[in-house]
C-alpha cells in the first residue's frame, strides 16, 4: 500500500507531462492507441466516480456561506468559456466538427484537476471544491443546451442526447461515489491517496486514445488548433480572474475563480464529442488536456510565489481533495 502510495503521489505531481507523454504515445501508436477510443465513456465514468469520493455534503456548505463567490465563478464559467471556444474557432476558420469540439470544451464543467492546482497556487480550495461540484451538478442541464445554441448552426446537436450522456458518465457516477464515501467512509478515506492513480491514468489513455484516432489531423492542423486551445485556456484564465477583481473577490478567491473557468473537464468534451460526432470533434478536448494541465501547473508555480496578503487565510488553509 505504501508503494502505491508514493506510485499515486508522483502521478500526482507530474500529471502534466504524463499526460503529454499520452498525446505523443497517440501519434507514434496511432492504431494502438485509437483502439482505445471506445472505452473513452467507461473511463470518464470511472475518474468522475473517483471524483464522486472525494466529496463530502460539506464542500457544498460554501455555498450557503459565500453564495456571491460560487454563484459569480460558475456563472463565470458558463459564460465565459463556451462564448470563448466558440468565438475562437470562428476567428480561426475551423471546420464545423472542430467548432463542436470547440464549444464542447468550453460548455464542460471545472476539470479534475483544478482543485490540487487551485492548492498549489495558494488560492481558496473551499470556494474551487464548491465551483467543482455545483458545475459538475449543472452540467447535464447547462452543457447541452450550451452545445445546442452556439453549435447548433454548424451541425445538428442533440440537446436530448448530451443530457443523457452527462447523466450516465457524469452525474451518476458522481453521486455513486457520493453515496459510497457516506456507507464506507473508513475504507474511502484509505484508498483516496489513491485516486491520482486512477484519474490521471484516465486521462492520459483519453487523450492517447484521441490524438491516435487523428493522428493525420493533428498532424495538419495540430499547430493551428493548438494556438486555439491555448488562446482558449489562458483567455479564460485572464477573465476569470479579472472578474474576481471587477466584483471585488479576494486575491485567493480570485485565483480559485481563474483556475475554475480556465481548467475545463476536457475529458467529458471528448468523451461527448466521440459519442456524438466523430473523432476530429474531439480532438479539441485531447489538445487542452494536455496543456491546461501544463498552464495549470505553471500559473500554480507563480501564483505560489506570491502571497494573497490575506495573512492566516492565506491559501484556505486546506488540503485539497485526492483527484
Not at 71 to 100: D, K, N, S, T
Not at 286 to 315: D, I, K, Q, Y
Amino acid at each position: 500500500m505504501a508503494l502505491l502510495e508514493r506510485v499515486a503521489s508522483f502521478v500526482g505531481r507530474w500529471f502534466a507531462l504524463l499526460v503529454l507523454a499520452g498525446a505523443v504515445a497517440g501519434m507514434l501508436l496511432p492504431e494502438e492507441s485509437a483502439a482505445l477510443a471506445p472505452h473513452i465513456a467507461l473511463l470518464l465514468g470511472i475518474i468522475m466516480f473517483g471524483m464522486g469520493l472525494t466529496m463530502q455534503p460539506v464542500d457544498f456548505a460554501i455555498v450557503a456561506k459565500h453564495p456571491k463567490a460560487v454563484l459569480l465563478g460558475v456563472a463565470a464559467q458558463y459564460a465565459v468559456m463556451p462564448l470563448l471556444g466558440y468565438g475562437i474557432a470562428v476567428l480561426f476558420g475551423f471546420e464545423p466538427l472542430l467548432v463542436v469540439g470547440m464549444v464542447l470544451v468550453g460548455a464542460s464543467p471545472g476539470g479534475t484537476a483544478s482543485n490540487v492546482i487551485v492548492y498549489l497556487a495558494r488560492g481558496d480550495v473551499a470556494l474551487s471544491v464548491a465551483m467543482t461540484s455545483l458545475s459538475t451538478l449543472l452540467a447535464p442541464l447547462l452543457t447541452p443546451l450550451l452545445a445546442l445554441g452556439l453549435a447548433g448552426s454548424t451541425l445538428p446537436v442533440s440537446a436530448g442526447d448530451l443530457f443523457v450522456s452527462i447523466l450516465e458518465v457524469v452525474l451518476v457516477p458522481v453521486l455513486l461515489g457520493l453515496a459510497v464515501r457516506a456507507l464506507a467512509r473508513r475504507l474511502v478515506l484509505k484508498v483516496l491517496p489513491l485516486l491520482p492513480l486512477v484519474s490521471v491514468g484516465g486521462i492520459v489513455v483519453v487523450v492517447a486514445a484521441v490524438v491516435g484516432a487523428n493522428a493525420d489531423a493533428v498532424a495538419s492542423t495540430g499547430v493551428l488548433l493548438g494556438a486555439a486551445v491555448v488562446l482558449h485556456n489562458m483567455c479564460g484564465l485572464a477573465l476569470g480572474y479579472g472578474v474576481g477583481r471587477v466584483t471585488g473577490l479576494p486575491e485567493s478567491a480570485r485565483r480559485a475563480v481563474a483556475i475554475e473557468v480556465g481548467m475545463q473537464n476536457s475529458g467529458l468534451a471528448s468523451a461527448l464529442a466521440t459519442a456524438h460526432f466523430a473523432p476530429l470533434a474531439a480532438l479539441p478536448g485531447a489538445l487542452f488536456s494536455v496543456w491546461h494541465n501544463m498552464s495549470g501547473a505553471l500559473v500554480a508555480t507563480l501564483w505560489a510565489r506570491r502571497p494573497t496578503g490575506e495573512g492566516a487565510a492565506e491559501g484556505a488553509g486546506a488540503a485539497p481533495p485526492a483527484q
